[in-house]
């Protein structure tokens, strides 16, 4: 049982400046290589995923440190939708100003550099409506400028951390 005064906050993939999981970096490398189309195998591209911008999560997680309504009570941080993900890969290429195409394939013909791990049967879908009505939560960063500062940050700082096996674009173009 959650002690009276404690608050559980269900945290979502956290995108932005600084993400050690580079989660933009596969797309806004792809766009800046002038690649024409970006693959996906048809179960990557319908999983769905809840996300948070880095300063709307921390500002959620200010919020139920103070509040005292927070207390004794579970919230979901994130967006308010659950994108696909494909639908959130080209929101960030159409941001990064991508003008290919999405190419969405069937598993076996996936280059193995593309293949994920994970269940992607099982999506991760939550409704952060509680902490909204209940705290006052709401995005304080728009979704246009916390993607325009994630990839500008990917730009700044990917050459460090490029793995060349992770973009065989020879692989990428045979399975299209």
């Not at 195998?41 to 809840?50: H, I, K, L, P, Y």
């Not at 959130?88 to 290919?100: D, L, M």
Request: hydrophobic share 45%; aromatic share 8%.
């Amino acid at each position: 049982m959650l002690a009276a005064h404690g608050t559980v906050l269900r945290l979502p993939m956290v995108y932005g400046p600084g993400d050690p999981l580079r989660r933009f970096l596969p797309v806004v490398k792809r766009v800046d290589d002038g690649r024409e189309a970006i693959v996906l195998d048809q179960a990557t591209a319908a999983w769905r995923g809840v996300r948070g911008y880095v300063e709307d999560v921390a500002w959620a997680i200010a919020l139920a440190a103070v509040h005292e309504r927070a207390a004794g009570r579970v919230y979901n941080v994130g967006d308010a939708e659950n994108f696909t993900e494909l639908e959130w890969q080209g929101t960030i290429a159409e941001a990064a100003g991508f003008r290919g195409r999405f190419a969405v394939v069937d598993a076996e013909r996936l280059p193995a550099h593309l293949r994920g791990r994970g269940n992607l049967r099982q999506h991760w879908c939550v409704d952060s409506s509680r902490i909204r009505r209940e705290l006052g939560y709401g995005e304080r960063v728009a979704r246009a400028e916390a993607l325009a500062r994630t990839i500008a940050w990917e730009r700044g700082n990917s050459a460090k951390v490029v793995d060349p096996e992770q973009y065989d674009y020879a692989a990428e173009d045979a399975a299209l």
